[in-house]
């Protein structure tokens, strides 16, 4: 496993293995990643695995044509490579768009985001927090068998090098606890499963906690119905309500823009949720879980509101959609060693309301609280929403019966106009959101 200085003394010598071969211009990007994860159940390890890489990758320009080549053979030989790759160029086809980011849009200045933990745990830590996960999910009573539960831990890095100058680096540390609960026997089985994910090992949730929740979680969905056809209000738990940012965010993504395949295509500047609703893309969040600042161009990243008082401000851009569409790059560049680069959010939430969750749900007569969803029946040329769903019946508003094997459809620009969000917005995933309502969607069951 290569340090970072190798790494970065590697992608700057492609770089100048590049011109001299006859590259106009050039770029190299360099990861790195070490994994380890631990798998258990019944109390016992079922799994132990570990894995490790260093990969280098190469976009050379001759003119308007580009290429990419990548290796994981980090010590072969960087002139051969450099000249593989201008030689791919010379036969590309033209492509006005292509080309290195505007050298005044690079980043200068990097502030310690805090996205490194300096302790790693060891094997028999991964193990210990497994056990204990499992057995907290044991402990709850009507769970009868474990799903499995498993605790990992990695760092990985990224090294950027272009040939207008700019070299920039980061190291990422991540860590994790899952749980996974059985409950009832034969047909009348349920699962569902928590999980902790943190850059730190310290902003972790307790193995116990997870697995706890995993236990309750799953013992709620036993005797599950079925309910009539109707529509209603739905409710989304934080656990599936960042999905309709993710829908959002998918559809204001320059690669659909150009294409013209997504349904947001002509809406820039246009209201599409209601007032004070505000979605925000942070990459420079403290040891947020996609934080970095610069994306895979160089491109200083920065704080923006997606949507600000409902309103859609911007689309996600690298340098080559916002050339074709006349704009600016947003510093939303990412790509692997193998790839251009294309547009990508970073961390991502939805700004919290000033109701609770009960009182974003206290009167609702009868309505659909959602916990779970199926599939990715989703139409991003359309906007047309309709996914498999499971959760909790809403009667005079509370929680009643367990719901399974119903579909929810709608399309998601009502969507987003009749959403409000609760306040218990916490920063646990890549995308956040709190408790979402969503005005009415057809719920499809008996």
């Known amino acids: 496993m290569l340090d970072q200085t190798a790494l970065s003394d590697l992608a700057q010598r492609l770089v100048e293995a590049a011109k001299r071969a006859g590259a106009d211009s050039a770029d190299a990007i360099a990861v790195r990643g070490v994994a380890q994860s631990i798998e258990v159940r019944d109390g016992k390890v079922e799994e132990s695995e570990r894995s490790e890489g260093d990969d280098v990758g190469l976009r050379v320009f001759v003119g308007k044509r580009q290429a990419v080549v990548s290796t994981s053979d980090i010590g072969g030989d960087v002139a ?10 010379r036969v590309a086809p033209d492509d006005e768009y292509v080309g290195l980011a505007d050298p005044s849009l690079l980043a200068k200045q990097f502030p310690d985001l805090d996205l490194l933990d300096p302790q ?41 090098v272009t040939s207008t100058g700019f070299h920039g680096s980061y190291l990422r540390s991540s860590q994790s606890i899952s749980t996974v609960a059985i409950a009832g026997e034969g047909t009348g089985m349920e699962r569902d499963y928590d999980f902790t994910s943190a850059i730190h090992g ?121 050339r074709e569409l006349g704009l600016a790059t947003t510093g939303h560049a990412h790509r692997g060693v193998s790839s251009s680069p294309s547009p990508g959010p970073y961390n991502l939430h939805l700004e919290a309301g000033q109701l609770s969750p009960a009182e974003l749900i206290a009167d609702i007569k009868e309505g659909f609280y959602v916990t779970d969803l199926i599939g990715s029946g989703v139409n991003g040329v359309t906007g047309d929403y309709s996914r498999g769903a499971a959760g909790f019946w809403i009667e005079n508003g509370q929680l009643t019966y367990a719901v399974s094997e119903v579909t929810i459809a709608g399309h998601l620009l009502e969507i987003f106009k009749s959403m409000i969000p609760a306040n218990d917005l916490a920063f646990k995933y890549g995308v956040n959101a709190p408790t979402v309502r969503v005005g009415e969607l057809t719920i499809a069951g008996r």
């Not at 000249?83 to 160029?89: I, K, S, T």
């Open 120 to 160: 790693v745990p060891s094997v028999d830590e991964l193990e210990r927090r497994a056990l204990e996960a499992e057995a907290a999910a044991l402990g709850v009573k009507g769970v009868s068998k474990s799903g499995g539960a498993s605790a990992s831990a990695g760092i990985g890095g990224m090294v950027l």
């Open 202 to 322: 310290s902003d972790l949730e307790s193995p116990a906690s997870v697995g706890r929740r995993a236990g309750e979680r799953t013992v709620a969905r036993l005797n599950p119905r079925k309910v009539a056809t109707c529509k209603a209000p739905v409710v989304f738990d934080p656990r599936v309500s960042n999905s309709l940012v993710g829908h959002l965010v998918g559809a204001v993504n320059g690669t659909s823009i150009t294409r013209k395949t997504s349904f947001l295509k002509d809406r820039l500047g246009q209201q599409l949720f209601d007032k004070g609703i505000r979605i925000i893309d942070d990459p420079l969040r403290v040891r947020g879980m996609r934080s970095q600042a610069f994306d895979s161009e160089g491109v200083a990243t920065r704080k923006q509101a997606i949507i600000d008082d409902g309103v859609l401000t911007t689309w996600l851009l690298d340098s080559a959609t916002a």
């Open 80 to 89: 051969r490579l450099a000249e593989r790759a201008v030689a791919m160029a």
